[in-house]
């Protein structure tokens, strides 16, 4: 019973994680049709935002590194990506990767190649006493930081005017434009808003791995991605239900296949991503966002 | 009646192309060790980039899977040509047959190639049926995949660790032989009837297939050929490094021969050779300057990671203000001499008045 419960919370934390990624990519997709492979280094720039404040007290890091992910997101935004905004998705693509490249190797200009110890919030790894289970820290902080994240984010997308601006513009960029949606300021808003589910996932995750490094964004962005495209391409639903299921999906092969093909959990997911392609291309949850139009 | 300089005007571009890597490689043969070497690599490259134009270009669907293709033909070619002796102890669980061959490097290369061709043709079976950027995401899944792989398979690529011990073939004129291949093949490739079908799916893909195109055949046709090539530049790669890693293969290369594909210009093929040209030589000069550089009056610190920074900025540079690329996504025009003589000919097909060729031919 509590192996089940177990996994039940590996699960759930694992695919939160993958989740929140899945929704900053899934999110800039919906509204502009760009795969965002930088979102990774936003992840990166985090981690290291905590690690160049870590002598300032706790909550001023917290509030200067969102910040700072949220202003290096509309950074990115303003400067290559707008004016790519009529290019074909698979520019768009290659842009991300350029734009990827060039922050990961920024970074290793600035601070160099080697990974450095994460040293922010070094509580998380401490375990606590719950019901006489022993529970790492980090669990329980991830899981309340996965739900309150959620939630607020389904607040901001379903309550108030921009949200809702968001979604139609994800929806139909067209129609929104013509009933007075002004682009510039809802794609800036859907960036900051990666930008601030970047800055959670680098704080889980550079936790977890325990230091941060340069191309530390690519594994998060990958796996992201592939959750983004089992739920559906541009449906945020479905970004957050394709998060946790390749989470289940990853727990649930490091249980089940034998000790010698656990290296391999990374093909079977890439094959599963092959798969969905060619099978129901439109993911989990389906959007018009994929059709191709003639 | 034109055949001759019709013939002239056709071979122009691989013709032009071939020259221009032959003035480089007979420059940097009276270089260096080390300069042959940097040339030596930038024509691997090449072979790698104009064997994913031969797919990307003439298909217009973005692959970001080629340099799985060039992982798999690195293995190919580290399982036939090392010495029985060494495999025995870097992969003692290799199949028999594979344990005890040692074929000559250059056979290997062209195995590699082949591999990755067949490879390609069952991977491409169902996925050249997507298009657009489904095709571009499954392509990079099987990037992914054959990454996974090829990094984890203990018992036949030795997993994380390195394979060595491959044999020293890849010199300047092999790979520079190998790169005027697969330009030439590249040219025969997109100006015949295969290639000119795939090329009308890339302009309208709707359009082709209601003029009977068979898209998929078409594209699957150039995914082959063109994975043979890139198997080939895994070989060739293997070969000059005498050393096999899995984790060459993935994101790096792949980003970098995207970035010379796309800064040459996506579509033509002067565009591939233009782009890994433009960009092995800014690469070269940059990694002077991140070495650290002191100009007499002033002392640059080494910057590790610039070259890179600057190549993502180029690349960044182009799609947005240049987004067909620095040849726009056209071939080499042929010289002036050629066009007038043939604007001439068309004109007056016996000439009145020969002097008037000299004038607008041999002077120029």
């Not at chain 2, 890179?308 to 726009?328: D, H, K, N, Q, W």
């Amino acid at each position: 019973m509590s192996e089940a419960l177990q996994y039940l919370l590996d699960a759930i934390n694992v695919g939160g994680l993958y989740a929140l990624m899945a929704l900053g990519i899934g999110l800039i997709f919906g509204i502009m049709r760009l795969i965002n492979f930088a979102h990774g280094e936003l992840v990166m720039a985090g981690a290291y935002a905590m690690w160049l404040l870590i002598d300032l007290p706790g909550p001023l890091v917290i509030i200067f590194a969102i910040a700072a992910v949220m202003l290096l997101a509309l950074a990115v935004e303003r400067a290559a990506f707008r004016p790519l905004r009529e290019a074909t998705p698979a520019t768009l693509l290659v842009a991300s990767f350029a734009v990827s490249y060039f922050l990961q190797n920024l970074t290793v200009m600035l601070f160099g190649a080697r990974p450095k110890p994460f040293a922010f919030a070094a509580q998380l790894a401490d375990n606590l006493l719950i019901g006489g289970f022993r529970v790492p820290a980090l669990q329980i902080v991830s899981l309340v930081l996965i739900i309150a994240a959620l939630l607020i984010l389904i607040l901001l997308l379903k309550r108030t005017a921009i949200g809702v601006q968001l979604r139609a513009a994800a929806q139909d960029p067209t129609a929104a434009r013509l009933s007075g949606v002004r682009v510039n300021r809802v794609i800036g808003f859907a960036f900051a808003v990666s930008g601030a589910l970047a800055w959670i996932v680098s704080l889980i995750y550079a936790a977890q791995i325990g230091q941060l490094s340069p191309n530390m964004g690519v594994r998060p962005v990958v796996i992201g991605f592939v959750a983004t495209i089992l739920g559906g391409l541009g449906s945020l639903s479905g970004a957050a239900l394709g998060g946790f299921v390749v989470g289940a999906i990853a727990v649930g092969l490091e249980a089940v296949l034998a000790s010698d093909l656990r290296p391999f959990k990374e093909a079977f997911l890439f094959g599963l991503v092959l798969f969905v392609l060619l099978l129901r291309p439109q993911g989990i949850v389906a959007t018009a966002a994929l059709r191709e139009r003639v | 009646m034109r055949p001759l300089l019709g013939y002239g005007e056709r071979l122009w571009t691989p013709l032009a192309l071939c020259l221009l890597l032959a003035a480089i490689v007979a420059a940097a043969s009276f270089g260096s060790a080390g300069t042959q070497r940097i040339v030596t690599d930038a024509l691997i490259k090449l072979v790698v980039v104009v064997g994913t134009y031969i797919f990307v270009g003439n298909s217009g669907v973005l692959s970001f899977g080629h340099i799985g293709f060039m992982g798999i033909g690195a293995y190919v070619a580290a399982w036939l040509t090392i010495p029985p002796e060494t495999k025995s102890f870097l992969l003692p669980k290799l199949p028999g047959l594979l344990a005890a061959t040692e074929w000559p490097a250059s056979l290997a290369a062209v195995a590699a190639g082949a591999a990755a061709a067949l490879f390609a043709f069952i991977v491409g079976l169902p996925l050249m049926r997507l298009s657009g950027i489904s095709a571009s995401i499954g392509t990079f899944a099987v990037l992914a995949v054959v990454n996974a792989v090829l990094s984890n398979w203990t018992s036949m690529t030795g997993g994380q660790g390195s394979l060595y011990g491959l044999p020293s073939y890849t010199n300047l004129p092999v790979a520079t032989a190998w790169a005027m291949l697969a330009i030439v093949i590249a040219w025969i490739y997109q100006r015949t009837a295969y290639g000119f079908r795939l090329r009308s799916t890339r302009e309208d893909e709707t359009a082709a297939k209601a003029a009977g195109v068979d898209v998929h055949r078409e594209r699957l046709i150039a995914f082959v050929l063109s994975a043979f090539f890139v198997g080939v530049s895994g070989a060739l790669y293997a070969h000059f490094l005498g050393v096999v890693i899995a984790k060459e293969f993935y994101l790096k290369l792949t980003f970098m021969s995207i970035a010379m594909l796309v800064i040459g210009g996506l579509t033509s093929l002067s565009g591939a050779v233009l782009g890994v040209v433009v960009v092995s030589s800014l690469g070269e000069l940059l990694r002077e300057v991140e070495r650290g550089a002191n100009l007499g009056f002033l002392t640059i610190p080494a910057r590790p990671g610039l070259q890179e920074v600057v190549l993502a900025a180029a690349l960044l540079l182009i799609l947005i203000f240049r987004p067909r690329g620095l040849t726009a996504g056209r071939e080499l025009p042929p010289p002036r001499r050629w066009m007038a003589r043939r604007l001439y000919r068309h004109r007056d097909p016996v000439p009145a008045h020969p002097s008037k060729a000299d004038i607008h031919g041999s002077s120029a």
